[in-house]
């Protein structure tokens, strides 16, 4: 069964007195564990895709579930609640929390959650660990290169075992290097604990990791192909 | 100029609940001040009209003596020529002769008291001190062979308009007179000794106390404040064996209060001096520190710092303006309900209070000139440039590659 | 984790968070300075004048309180002190005949109130003793001593040992008796210096026919300035039925009543300037949200509750709220801390007292008033809750999508 769904979604945004049409009745549904790449040029409506599965913004029209629940007709709290026990997100930059450390971020969401300290703290080490920071748990962003702190981003967004991992362009402000290290890890996660993956993304080399590359031009899905 | 002008003002409406809240602050600060001075303004007035206009008028004449020892053989000499030469200065407005002495007086029903004696010419009294607005029951003097009492008097005689008052007097040559007198008034000074005591019309009092032509005291009031002084010189210079006091050295307990106002409105000044460099830094620092990539932008476009501090300071000094007049119109509606509603300070029924021994109105009602109006503007523009110095300098001092390099 | 984030969010602007519990802090402590000041001055100025003008509580005869007629005299009142002294050991009963009349000498004979005091008791409680320019304090068990102001001594030109008559009336009789002046004093109020004439009691008794042992009051004091409760109903059964027993704010309501208007201004004052401190954290918070709407839309995307964002900003409030009312609790009491050490003279206070015929002490203490610096501790903590109220509910509204978007 799909754990995102989405059928005829539009959303129209009010831009002074013109309206933009993000989403055109846009159809999308996704598999567990699956590794799927959004691509599409700048404005067709990515961002505001992933904004929707993750109920950050509702759609104008159409349907968005997420595991089995529809998240057109859920309150804010509802939707914050949806948020922190099913999707994981990460973003371009601002990841973090700069007020906390790099283990402090990553326990953030199971604290939400109202998991036990002791809990809380053996996943994130954990977890860090998986990623790669092993030793780094007690720095600040501001102290981690952009590669290592998009790494805590990802290891936050997994740590609570998210039905979801919805990333928009989680690679974008990386040298290639440094990217192919972090969507390598996504890849690795995505084989190695199950985490599904939703990633949006310009970028053609990190594309041919993927295993499902959805291509949106002007709001609605041009192209799917499975690989 | 004009673009720096224009770009201080937009950025001031980028956010603008900031702007509005730190004027706000900042003009509040002010309208506080503005309405302080309102009011001390009022209170001061309450208190020159209880002590100058109702008593001291603005000089008084004495024999030299007098004021020392305000022994009643201590006359003003050649009363008459004081006055009529006094009458003759354009600056003089009212020359008003009185007997200040001491009597014992006796009602109806044997009941005696003793009190405060005074000697007025009714007519001059009435336009220098407007006695004759302060009788309560009753009329004020017109004619001779009549008196007015005190409410505190009247009350411990039991005696009313229509009475008879029986006055008993140590005269200057040694006799004792006495002298039954109808009551045509009662009136209610606000002064303590006074009240306890009566008024006569001064042939009569001359009469009583056996002392001719001569009078005690004289009172003076010229055409405006600022003449007093000059009248002062020009009397003692004619007439070097009088003492010829100011109000203000005569009771300088009223000065006393004018100066300690002014020091109460210092430290108010002194308060929104600092809430306003404190408000203006605090903004203007935010903003900088929010702008640091579009300042490094300004400087690498090569506007030289002068112009980015100059750019900051108009910013501050327009924040100044902003607050002063929300100031301004705040405190002036706080002034115009002073002004027009007054605030009661009631003591006890019909009284304010009590100080040296008068009794205040006890209405106050707001006074502003237009300098005290104006200071705590200035202060708010002066500090708004002052504090605007240091985000300035904060601005300047970034290095325009660091600051691009900022998120 | 909330409260951790919270102070952490706080520590990493230490400018902004300086500025608004800076805020707090000298909003506090400036309220806290003049409320204690206010407060030292009070207790001086009520304790001053409950002693020496009237007692916690105060027996007089019946209608004296409203007509303050001197002929209304308590008789037979050493027998009646002695009852209340039984029935309350712990208070000082102390009596005082308070008349009105004249002094003469031979140069000159002025209008006065006469206090028959008794010596050793009055000196306790009174200033003048400490206000002596000349002379002694009375001498109980000597007859026909006076103690008279300087300004008086100088208008009858008299000095220490000379010879006055004193003339009282009683009942429409006129009394007269030679005293001779022990000591003269200067309490810095004109109308005081020059009015005020103290006598043993006995000797002044002597001077009214046919009332034996008469006073105008019975004073009953306790310690501290607060009446205490059963006092009055247990004096009165001391006293049984006939002379008014009245307590201190019964028998000097001015007094009272001046010093509830004193302190709603004060009030005023203190509240308006909690407001500009409200404004300025409101401001700081504020300004923080819209720097870190960004922050705020991850840690929503990350699943937090509007809920939980409310709760972090108003506990960032709090916060500032505790620092600032921290650091301005200890600025207050440093302080206050030299005026309750050393005080201000503050001369001047004679002329205003509401309470005219006392004579204060006029160096003016600060006194550390627990309660109400917690109360305005506490209420300031508070006053940054409410400030941060509205950035939190807005931080609560703001959709997740759109503060993702902001920079
Ligand atoms: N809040 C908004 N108000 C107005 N228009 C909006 C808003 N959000 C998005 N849009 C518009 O909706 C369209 C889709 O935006 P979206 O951010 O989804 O594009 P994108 O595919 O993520 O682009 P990019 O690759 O540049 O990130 C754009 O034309 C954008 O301008
Ligand atoms: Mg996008």
Not at chain 2, 303 to 312: C, E, Y
């Amino acid at each position: 069964m799909a754990i995102v769904s989405i059928e005829k979604a539009t959303r129209h945004y009010q831009d002074g007195d013109q309206v933009v049409e993000a989403l055109r009745g846009l159809d999308l549904s996704i598999e567990p564990g699956e590794f799927t790449a959004i691509m599409g040029p700048s404005g067709s409506g990515k961002t505001t895709l992933l904004n929707l599965i993750g109920g950050m913004d509702t759609p104008t029209s159409g349907r968005v579930t997420v595991s089995g629940k529809e998240v057109s007709s859920m309150s804010k709290t509802e939707r914050s609640d949806l948020r922190r026990d099913h999707v994981g997100f990460i973003f371009q930059s601002y990841n973090l929390i700069p007020v906390l450390t790099a283990q402090e971020n990553t326990e953030f969401v199971l604290l939400l959650q109202g998991k036990s300290e002791a809990e809380r703290n053996q996943r994130a080490r954990e977890i860090l660990k998986a990623v790669g920071l092993e030793g780094m748990e007690g720095r600040r962003p501001a102290e981690l290169s952009g590669g290592q702190q998009q790494r805590v981003a990802v290891a936050r967004a997994i740590a609570t075992k998210p039905t979801i991992v919805l990333a928009d362009e989680p690679t974008a402000n990386l040298d290639s290097e440094t990217k192919a290290e972090l969507i390598g890890l996504m890849r690795r996660m995505n084989e190695e604990e199950g985490v599904t993956f939703l990633f949006s993304t310009h970028d053609h080399e990190i594309i041919d990791v993927a295993r499902r590359v959805v291509t949106l031009r002007d709001g609605q899905v041009s192209s799917d192909e499975h690989r | 100029m004009g673009i720096l002008t224009a770009i201080a003002w937009r950025n001031l409406w980028r956010h603008p609940t900031r702007t509005v809240l730190t004027s706000l602050t900042m003009g509040l600060g002010v309208a506080f001040c503005i309405f302080m001075a309102s009011w001390i303004g009022g209170f001061l007035d309450v208190m020159r009209t209880a002590t100058v206009d109702r008593n001291l008028g603005h000089l008084q004449i004495h024999h030299k003596d007098y004021p020392e020892t305000m022994n009643p053989y201590d006359v003003v000499p050649q009363a008459q020529s004081v006055i009529e030469g006094l009458q003759d200065k354009p600056d003089v407005k009212i020359v008003a002769p009185r007997i200040q002495a001491f009597g014992m007086y006796a009602g109806a029903k044997d009941e005696a008291a003793s009190g405060s004696f005074v000697g007025v010419d009714p007519e001059a009294e009435k336009n220098l001190t407007e006695m004759h607005k302060r009788v309560r029951k009753g009329r004020w003097l017109k004619n001779s062979r009549e008196a007015v009492i005190g409410h505190r008097l009247a009350k411990e005689l039991n005696l009313d308009v229509g009475g008879e008052l029986l006055v008993v007097v140590n005269a200057l040559d040694g006799s004792i007179g006495n002298q039954v007198y109808p009551v045509v008034g009662i009136y209610n000074s606000g002064m303590l000794e006074r009240d306890g005591g009566a008024m006569f019309p001064l042939q009569d009092a001359q009469e009583l106390f056996a002392m001719g032509d001569g009078v005690h005291e004289l009172v003076v009031l010229t055409q405006a404040e600022e003449k007093i002084e000059t009248v002062q010189n020009s009397t003692t210079n004619a007439y070097p064996d009088l003492a010829v006091r100011t109000w203000y050295e005569i009771s300088p307990e009223t000065k006393q209060m004018e100066d300690l106002t002014a020091v109460t409105s210092f430290f108010f000044y002194f308060i929104i001096m600092a809430i306003s460099g404190f408000m203006v830094v605090n903004t203007l620092l935010m903003s900088v520190y929010e702008r640091t990539r579009e300042l490094g932008l300004f400087a690498s476009l090569g506007l030289p710092p002068k112009r980015v501090v100059m750019m900051i300071l108009i910013e501050s000094g327009l924040l100044g303006v902003l607050s002063s007049l929300l100031g301004l119109g705040f405190g002036l509606l706080g002034h115009l309900f002073l002004a027009n509603y007054g605030i009661t300070m009631e003591i006890k029924e019909g009284e304010g209070f009590i100080l040296n021994g008068v009794v205040l109105d006890p209405v106050i009602f707001g006074q502003l000139n237009m300098t005290q109006a104006i200071i705590p503007l200035v202060i708010v523009m002066f500090v708004s440039v002052v504090a605007g110095l240091w985000p300035a300098r904060r601005a300047v001092k970034l290095d325009p590659v660091v600051a691009l390099a900022q998120e | 984790m909330i409260f951790r984030m919270a102070l952490r969010n706080l520590i990493r602007r230490p400018m902004q968070s300086f500025l608004a519990s800076g805020a707090v802090a000298g909003c506090l402590a400036l309220i806290i300075w003049t409320c204690n000041f206010q407060d030292g001055a009070w207790v001086l100025l009520m304790d001053d004048t409950i002693r020496a003008s009237a007692g916690h509580v105060v027996v007089q005869a019946d209608g004296y309180q409203d007509a303050k007629d001197s002929n209304l005299l308590v008789a037979d009142s050493s027998a009646i002190a002695t009852k209340i002294r039984q029935q309350n050991p712990e208070t000082t009963v102390m009596r005082r005949l308070i008349l009105g009349g004249m002094i003469a000498s031979p140069e000159n004979s002025v209008a006065v109130g006469i206090s028959g005091v008794e010596a050793e008791a009055e000196k306790a409680v009174s200033q003048i003793p400490k206000m002596m320019v000349d002379g002694e304090w009375l001498e109980a068990g000597t007859s026909g001593q006076v103690l008279i102001g300087t300004t008086l001594a100088k208008r009858l030109q008299v000095g220490l040992g000379d010879k006055v008559v004193l003339t009282v009336s009683y009942r429409g009789e006129l009394q007269a008796l030679p005293f001779r002046v022990a000591g003269t004093f200067t309490i810095g109020n004109a109308s005081m210096d020059n009015f005020f004439v103290l006598a043993n009691l006995p000797t002044l008794q002597e001077m009214l026919p046919g009332i034996t042992d008469p006073a105008t009051m019975i004073s009953v004091q306790v310690e501290g300035y607060k009446v205490p409760a059963g006092l009055k109903a247990s004096v009165r059964e001391a006293v049984g039925d006939g002379p008014e027993v009245l307590r201190a704010e019964e028998a000097l309501p001015e007094l009272f009543k001046a010093e509830e208007l004193d302190k709603i201004g004060g009030y005023f004052m203190w509240i308006f300037i909690g407001i500009l401190a409200s404004i300025g954290i409101l401001n700081v918070l504020l300004m923080s949200l819209f720097q870190r709407t960004r922050e705020l839309g991850m840690l929503q995307a990350m699943g937090m509750r509007p809920s939980g964002l409310v709760q972090l900003l108003l506990t960032e409030g709090f916060l500032l709220g505790v620092f600032g009312a921290l650091l301005g609790f200890i600025a207050g009491l440093a302080a206050t801390y030299p005026m309750v050490e050393y005080g201000i003279d503050y001369g001047m206070i004679n002329n205003q007292a509401p309470v005219s015929g006392v004579a204060l002490n006029t160096l003016m203490k600060a006194v550390y008033s627990w309660d109400k610096m917690a109360i305005w501790t506490g209420f300031h903590v508070l006053l940054a809750v409410l400030a941060s109220l509205w950035p939190a509910l807005r931080a609560g509204r703001l959709e997740a999508v759109e503060s993702m978007r902001s920079q």
